[in-house]
């Protein structure tokens, strides 16, 4: 047997050695791997089940217009510079907005990861804790944020369903009130679960309470500030409109032939109906997409390759770049 490693000695005493790593659990090692892969999975299935039309839509977009595609990628950059708005809208301390837009351009290849924005959400955290913003005002932030921007984007679709005719075609796509009740029957039983959770258990309650009353105190203090209320509001209600404005752009260079009115309400129809599900890459929102845009009259092909290149200008091509700045953002401690 080898004798044991002596422990190096000071003019203090001895000094302890340095305790050995935790080794990455099964489950951990092959978590990230399979939430990353999982869009591409779920992508690849559909594309299966639909070749003809995916082989269209591949084709148009191969012979598209390149201007429209530019214009259609420079309505993605301001989606980030929108995004960058509410974020400094809904925190009452100042952050620089430079390193807070290239967080937000890097936030986007999160997204792969984690659903709902979660991805985008853990970058922002880290971001604003690096700046030295309390973890609790940080993630305070993050829930206005998101909030404010649910609403915003209801908002617009109330004004665009109020302006355009076409919000009768949405009616077949409405799903009648039995297929509603198990969607219904899951979200009380989230909302009790956690009613019982925060009433019951005392450890989870005083976090918990402690993070509401942050959230109250910075929300009055973000509205107190005209400023910030302009980068909140007026941010939370560009980003919806940039958005559908890069769908626009994309589909005007496959010639869809739908009005951007009609292409933008199909945009937010869709969005608001599966923005929340649990499906990282937003592919639920795509398929809804492609459905809404058949709906408002668009032939299947050209609105399946509206929907793959407006995932490709916004999502895939900003992804390797994005991962890029990422890293750099974490080598440089920005993150």
Partial sequence: MSAPSPLATTPDGPVPEAPARPVPSLSGRFLRPALCLAPLLLTGCWAVANRPVVYEGVRRLVAADPRWLLAGFGCTCLTWVAASCVRQGALPDRVPAGLLLAS?????????????????????????????????????????????KSAAKTLVLLVFLTVSPAWRRLGGLVPDGTELVPAAAVAGGVVTGAGVLLTVVRPLRRPVTKLVRTALADVRVVHA???????????????????????????????????????????????????????????????????????????????????????????????????????????????
């Fill in 104 to 148: 937000q351009f890097a936030a986007g290849a999160a997204n792969h990861a984690l659903p709902g924005g979660l991805g985008a959400h853990a970058v922002t955290v880290r971001f604003l804790r690096a700046r030295g913003v309390p973890l609790d005002r940080a993630t305070a932030s993050i829930g206005l944020y998101s909030l404010v």
């Fill in 225 to 335: 500030r005209p400023c910030r209320v302009l980068a909140l509001w007026g941010g939370a209600v560009a980003m919806p409109l940039v958005q559908a404005g890069s769908l626009g752009c994309v589909g005007a260079a496959l010639g869809l032939e739908l009005p951007w009115p009609e292409v933008a309400l199909a945009f937010l129809a869709a969005g608001t109906a599966m923005g929340g599900a649990p499906v990282p890459g937003g592919f639920a929102v795509d398929a809804a997409l492609v459905w809404t845009l058949v709906a408002f009259g668009a032939e299947p092909a050209p609105a399946t390759a509206t929907v793959i290149g407006y995932r490709v200008v916004t999502d895939w091509l900003p992804l390797l770049p994005g991962a890029l700045v990422l890293s750099a953002l974490i080598r440089a401690k920005v993150l």
